[in-house]
Structure formats: C-alpha cells, structure tokens
C-alpha cells in the first residue's frame, strides 16, 4: 500500500520560496501510471488542486499557481518536491500530496476528490 508523508517548514516569510517535499514508499514514483499531486487547503476555504509530475516526470500545473509553481523528483529517494516562489499570506494553508493511480494512462485530475491516497498535511504559515 502506497504511504505519502509531507516533510518541509512550517514558517515562511513572505517572497521567500517555499520547499516540501513528500516522500512516497510501498511503491514507486515512477511505477505507471501514477500521477502524483499536491494540493492545499487554506483555512476556512476548500482544497486546491496546485499541480502535478506523473511516473514519466511530465509536469501540470493550475493556472492560478503556474508562474510560481514547479515540481520536482528524485527517483532515487522516491520524493517529489513543491516549490512555491514569492509566497504571500494567503499562501497559508494545510499542504497535501497526493496520488492517483490508474491502469491505463489518463488525464491529469486537477479535483482534489479524485485522489484516493494523501499525505496527513503539514501547516505552513506565511508570515514575518
């Protein structure tokens, strides 16, 4: 069974770039065909869906987050790893990573209920 457990800071100042990673075992990040997410949830409000990098290393990314967003992996520690440049208060939020797999190759899901496997979160706070 595939586990996610997010690892990074908890406090951010704001501009400053923001690094999680998450670190995937019981399978492989580059097994077909996962697809392998992070998505936030800022308090009082809904989850976001911020991006994607699948188990060819192909990269999505929401439209809203695109020109701060990138997602990198290292296969050989089976992480993937958020950054989020020039963060802001309203970038406070519990982060989630999160997989999907499927038998055949799919479109990425960009809703956050279309994830079955999730990490438990981890807090990050944007503030001086």
């Known amino acids: 069974q595939v586990q996610l457990q997010e690892s990074g800071p908890g406090l951010v100042k704001p501009s400053q770039t923001l690094s999680l990673t998450c670190t995937v075992s019981g399978g492989s990040i580059t097994t077909n065909y996962y697809y392998w997410s992070w998505i936030r949830q800022p308090p009082g409000k809904g989850l976001e869906w911020m991006g994607a990098?699948?188990?060819?290393?192909?990269?999505y990314y929401s439209p809203s987050l695109k020109s701060r967003t990138s997602i990198s992996r290292d296969t050989s520690k089976n992480q993937f790893t958020l950054h989020l440049s020039s963060v802001r208060p309203e970038d406070t939020a519990v982060y989630y990573c999160?997989?999907?797999?499927?038998?055949?190759?799919?479109?990425?899901?960009?809703?956050?209920?279309?994830?079955?496997?999730w990490g438990q979160g981890t807090q990050v706070t944007v503030s001086s």
């Open positions: 999160a997989s999907d797999y499927s038998r055949y190759p799919k479109p990425i899901a960009t809703t956050p209920g279309e994830y079955d496997i």
């Open positions: 990098i699948t188990y060819s290393g192909s990269t």
